[in-house]
């Protein structure tokens, strides 16, 4: 089974940027995305990206301000994170599934998690 490592988490201030790299530990022919789960909250989509780049999808609450990329190459995945603003602030999960899914309930694979914390 493919393997997911997250990197990239860090403290920013509000206003800032981070960049959030997945790695898979073998080549994924499926959907890559990210999810993230704020402390008291359940798991909520992020963002999803197709096999062959033509499609992506995001949450509305991300709109504008998130970028997600992959480098089949690399077997990675990319979240870029412009205009960080405190609610922003969860433990972000990459995963993989055999379709664009923004249900958590319906990924098959996840990653361990980084933790982004913005600061107000």
């Known amino acids: 089974q493919v393997q997911l490592r997250e990197s990239g988490g860090g403290l920013v201030q509000a206003g800032g940027s981070l960049r959030l790299s997945c790695a898979a530990s073998?080549?994924?022919?499926?959907?890559m995305g990210w999810f993230r789960q704020a402390p008291g909250k359940e798991r909520e989509f992020v963002a999803v990206?197709?096999?062959?780049?033509?499609?992506?999808i995001y949450a509305n609450s991300v709109k504008g301000r998130f970028t997600i990329s992959r480098d089949n190459a690399k077997n990675t995945v990319y979240l870029q994170m412009n205009s960080l603003q405190p609610e922003d602030t969860a433990v972000y999960y990459c995963?993989?599934?055999?379709?664009?899914?923004?249900?958590?309930?319906?990924?098959?694979?996840w990653g361990q998690g980084t933790q982004v914390t913005v600061s107000s």
């Open positions: 995963a993989t599934a055999k379709f664009l899914v923004t249900n958590p309930n319906l990924v098959g694979v």
């Open positions: 073998e080549h994924t022919f499926y959907a």
């Open positions: 990206i197709s096999r062959d780049f033509d499609e992506t």
